[in-house]
Nanobody, 120 residues
Framework: VQLQASGGGLVQAGDSLRLSCAASGLPFSTYVMGWFRQAPGKEREFVAA????????SYADSVKSRFTISRDNAKNTVYLQLNNLKPEDTAVYCC??????????????WGQGTQVTVSS
Protein backbone atom coordinates (compact mmCIF):
# COMPACT_ATOMS: atom_id res chain seq x y z
CA VAL A 1 0.00 0.00 0.00
CA GLN A 2 1.27 3.44 -0.88
CA LEU A 3 -0.17 6.85 -0.06
CA GLN A 4 1.64 9.68 -1.81
CA ALA A 5 0.78 13.22 -0.75
CA SER A 6 1.67 16.23 -2.86
CA GLY A 7 0.77 19.86 -3.37
CA GLY A 8 2.39 21.51 -0.39
CA GLY A 9 4.48 24.63 -0.59
CA LEU A 10 5.38 28.02 0.81
CA VAL A 11 2.54 30.53 0.68
CA GLN A 12 1.47 33.75 2.35
CA ALA A 13 -1.32 34.13 4.86
CA GLY A 14 -4.67 34.24 3.10
CA ASP A 15 -3.49 32.13 0.15
CA SER A 16 -4.84 28.75 -0.91
CA LEU A 17 -3.36 25.35 -1.66
CA ARG A 18 -4.76 22.06 -2.88
CA LEU A 19 -3.21 18.91 -1.52
CA SER A 20 -3.58 15.55 -3.23
CA CYS A 21 -3.03 12.05 -1.95
CA ALA A 22 -2.78 9.26 -4.49
CA ALA A 23 -3.41 5.78 -3.13
CA SER A 24 -2.38 2.44 -4.54
CA GLY A 25 -2.42 -1.15 -3.39
CA LEU A 26 -5.72 -1.02 -1.53
CA PRO A 27 -9.43 -1.11 -2.43
CA PHE A 28 -9.64 2.67 -2.24
CA SER A 29 -13.40 2.96 -2.60
CA THR A 30 -13.94 0.97 0.62
CA TYR A 31 -11.57 3.06 2.75
CA VAL A 32 -12.23 6.13 4.84
CA MET A 33 -9.54 8.69 4.03
CA GLY A 34 -8.20 11.24 6.44
CA TRP A 35 -5.79 14.13 6.52
CA PHE A 36 -3.61 14.80 9.53
CA ARG A 37 -0.91 17.37 10.22
CA GLN A 38 2.03 17.75 12.52
CA ALA A 39 3.70 21.03 13.31
CA PRO A 40 7.25 21.22 14.71
CA GLY A 41 7.28 20.30 18.39
CA LYS A 42 3.59 19.37 18.40
CA GLU A 43 1.58 16.19 18.36
CA ARG A 44 0.01 14.99 15.15
CA GLU A 45 -3.56 16.21 14.89
CA PHE A 46 -6.61 15.29 12.89
CA VAL A 47 -7.59 17.70 10.14
CA ALA A 48 -10.38 16.13 8.08
CA ALA A 49 -11.87 12.84 6.96
CA UNK A 50 -14.23 11.61 4.28
CA UNK A 51 -16.15 8.36 4.09
CA UNK A 52 -15.63 5.88 1.30
CA UNK A 53 -18.61 7.10 -0.69
CA UNK A 54 -17.74 10.73 -0.21
CA UNK A 55 -21.05 11.66 1.31
CA UNK A 56 -19.91 12.30 4.87
CA UNK A 57 -17.06 14.53 5.98
CA SER A 58 -15.68 15.72 9.30
CA TYR A 59 -13.26 18.49 10.20
CA ALA A 60 -11.23 19.77 13.09
CA ASP A 61 -12.77 22.92 14.53
CA SER A 62 -9.64 24.88 13.66
CA VAL A 63 -10.09 24.30 9.91
CA LYS A 64 -13.87 24.22 9.51
CA SER A 65 -15.11 26.63 6.84
CA ARG A 66 -11.56 27.03 5.48
CA PHE A 67 -10.59 23.50 4.40
CA THR A 68 -12.55 21.08 2.22
CA ILE A 69 -11.87 17.39 1.81
CA SER A 70 -13.02 15.50 -1.28
CA ARG A 71 -12.21 12.30 -3.13
CA ASP A 72 -12.29 10.83 -6.60
CA ASN A 73 -12.64 7.07 -6.34
CA ALA A 74 -12.03 6.67 -10.08
CA LYS A 75 -8.58 8.19 -9.57
CA ASN A 76 -7.87 6.66 -6.15
CA THR A 77 -7.17 10.15 -4.90
CA VAL A 78 -8.25 12.25 -1.96
CA TYR A 79 -7.89 16.02 -1.92
CA LEU A 80 -7.68 18.73 0.69
CA GLN A 81 -8.46 22.28 -0.40
CA LEU A 82 -6.89 24.75 1.99
CA ASN A 83 -8.26 28.29 1.82
CA ASN A 84 -7.49 31.40 3.81
CA LEU A 85 -4.32 29.83 5.18
CA LYS A 86 -2.91 31.07 8.45
CA PRO A 87 0.62 30.81 9.86
CA GLU A 88 -0.66 28.33 12.43
CA ASP A 89 -1.56 25.98 9.57
CA THR A 90 2.15 25.44 8.97
CA ALA A 91 2.81 21.71 9.30
CA VAL A 92 3.55 18.51 7.46
CA TYR A 93 0.27 17.23 6.10
CA CYS A 94 -0.18 13.53 5.52
CA CYS A 95 -3.03 11.34 4.44
CA UNK A 96 -4.15 8.12 6.04
CA UNK A 97 -6.59 5.32 5.31
CA UNK A 98 -8.74 3.03 7.40
CA UNK A 99 -11.19 0.30 6.38
CA UNK A 100 -14.63 1.81 5.98
CA UNK A 101 -16.48 -1.45 6.29
CA UNK A 102 -14.92 -2.33 9.65
CA UNK A 103 -16.71 -0.65 12.59
CA UNK A 104 -14.45 1.55 14.70
CA UNK A 105 -11.43 0.75 12.58
CA UNK A 106 -8.14 2.57 13.07
CA UNK A 107 -6.07 4.31 10.44
CA UNK A 108 -3.67 1.60 9.41
CA UNK A 109 -2.04 3.10 6.35
CA TRP A 110 -0.12 6.38 6.41
CA GLY A 111 1.61 8.45 3.76
CA GLN A 112 4.84 10.41 4.17
CA GLY A 113 3.33 13.87 3.98
CA THR A 114 3.83 17.17 2.25
CA GLN A 115 5.09 20.37 3.86
CA VAL A 116 2.83 23.42 4.05
CA THR A 117 4.45 26.62 5.23
CA VAL A 118 2.43 29.79 5.67
CA SER A 119 4.23 33.08 6.16
CA SER A 120 2.61 36.06 7.83
Amino acid sequence: VQLQASGGGLVQAGDSLRLSCAASGLPFSTYVMGWFRQAPGKEREFVAAIDWIGGSTSYADSVKSRFTISRDNAKNTVYLQLNNLKPEDTAVYCCAARPGLVPRSSYNYWGQGTQVTVSS
